[in-house]
């Protein structure tokens, strides 16, 4: 079975910046899906990005221009590069992905696509 585990969390200052990390393991696979999600204290959770095999990504309205989802396949894993952090970007941050029985555009808004889930990483800006 796939799994995931979150790194690079932490607290930082309004208009810093801060990456994390998803190391994936199990087995391979020439299509993925990865997601990145977060819930805020008091708030559901919410897609924040999304990239698939193809490359392409995808970016909540929130945190479009700010973050950025990239990944390395020789280490088998992904980040979330966040910068220009605001107060409101404070939550626990979750990787996941894609189950094998979906295919078809990689996308976060599909929340329930994803099957495999992190234990979670927190970040807290401070104003």
């Known amino acids: 079975q796939v799994q995931l585990q979150e790194s690079g969390g932490g607290t930082v200052q309004s208009g810093g910046s801060l990456k994390l990390s998803c190391a994936v393991s199990?087995?391979?696979?020439?299509?993925?899906?990865i997601g990145w999600f977060r819930q805020p204290p008091g708030k559901e959770r919410e897609g924040v990005a999304s990239?698939?095999?193809?490359?392409?990504?995808m970016y909540g309205d929130s945190v479009a221009g700010r973050f950025t989802i990239s990944q390395d396949h020789a280490n088998n894993t992904w980040y979330l590069q966040m910068n220009s952090l605001k107060p409101e970007d404070t939550a626990m941050y979750y990787c996941?992905?894609?189950?094998?029985?979906?295919?078809?555009?990689?996308?976060?808004?599909?929340?329930?696509?994803?099957?495999?889930w992190g234990q979670g990483t927190q970040v807290t800006v401070s104003s």
């Open positions: 996941a992905v894609r189950g094998r029985s979906w295919y078809g555009p990689c996308s976060f808004r599909l929340a329930h696509t994803f099957a495999y």
């Open positions: 199990g087995s391979g696979y020439s299509r993925y899906c």
């Open positions: 990239i698939g095999s193809n490359a392409e990504a």
